[in-house]
């Protein structure tokens, strides 16, 4: 279990992180791109993966190259959600995702799965409900954690599409980190033109760190499957409501998110959808 909590504890610091950007005068674009950098660095020192399997003839190549360009800009949609609506919407968001692969690859549908599905969709609303919260674009502040659900919802589909055609994960991870490396880096140029905000070491290292984070959630997560290689369900169960628990005493307690009763009722549906999918 120690693989699964610190996999728990990596997957918050990323949102911690990214909500105390502007406090250390971090820019999140740039934090973005250089994160990017440090995961795809740490994938080939520590996995050692081989690219071989991604130059067969069936490759996923248009999967991976999607990937390429949603993670960097889901990673940007994750950074503007927790600013604006908090740490526990945005992590719930984030976890709910995984609605979207189930229905995508769902199997033969049971009573179970659907109640999960019914109850994770009814949780996302409730998750939402009365945000008055905008972005600096204006954007009401509800609207950034569906778009953080309907982002890492594709994305999820899109690691199973890879997955599903045998390349292992580490090679994926090396491919799509390399390649969303520039694509993050020309979504931060866009950024500086409309800010003006310039490239800073500060910003370099706070990326680096990012990174760091968002790769030891990744390295943990598949050593807790290693680990219990007989029970994924508890893994997948234990990982999803670990983060929501975790993201919500953080964002509650450290940062003083307020919840109203629909948004703890919206939890408490979250915990319980998880838990139905897990055991379907």
């Given amino acids: 279990m120690l693989f699964l909590c610190l996999s728990i504890l990596c997957s918050v610091l990323v949102s911690v992180w990214l909500k105390l950007a502007r406090r250390f005068g971090l820019d999140v674009p740039q934090m973005v791109a250089w994160n990017y950098l ?8 520590v996995l050692h993966p ?22 960097p800009a889901i990673f940007l949609a994750l950074g503007t959600s927790v600013r604006h609506a908090g740490i526990v919407r945005s992590d719930v968001a984030q976890r709910l995702s995984l609605l979207a692969a189930f229905v995508w690859f769902g199997q033969v549908p049971t009573s179970r799965m659907l109640a999960g599905l019914a109850l994770g969709l009814l949780a996302l609303v409730a998750m939402v409900w009365r945000s008055h919260a905008t972005s600096d674009a204006g954007t009401p502040g509800w609207l950034w954690p569906l778009v953080v659900f309907a982002g890492f919802g ?14 292992p994960i580490a090679a994926s991870l090396q491919a799509m980190f390399a390649l969303a490396l520039p694509v993050a880096l020309g979504f931060a140029l866009l950024a500086r033109q409309r800010s003006g905000a310039r490239f ?14 968002n790769f030891g959630n990744i390295l943990f997560y598949l050593r807790a499957h ?27 307690l450290g940062f003083g998110e307020r919840l109203s009763r629909i948004n703890a009722v919206g939890l408490a549906l979250a915990g319980a959808a998880i838990a139905l999918l897990a055991r379907s």
């Fill in 38 to 45: 440090a995961a795809g660095a740490l994938v080939a020192l």
């Fill in 50 to 71: 081989s690219l071989a399997p991604l130059r067969q003839p069936d490759a996923p190549r248009v999967a991976v190259l999607a990937l390429a360009v949603l993670l």
């Fill in 154 to 167: 594709a994305i999820d589909i899109l690691l199973k599409q890879v997955a599903a055609a045998g390349i």
């Fill in 200 to 213: 800073t070491a500060r910003s370099l290292a706070g990326g680096l760190l990012l990174g760091l984070l």
């Fill in 226 to 252: 290693v680990a219990l290689p007989n029970d994924p369900a508890l893994v997948f169960a234990t990982m999803n409501l670990g983060v929501v628990a975790l993201g919500t005493l953080v964002g509650v």
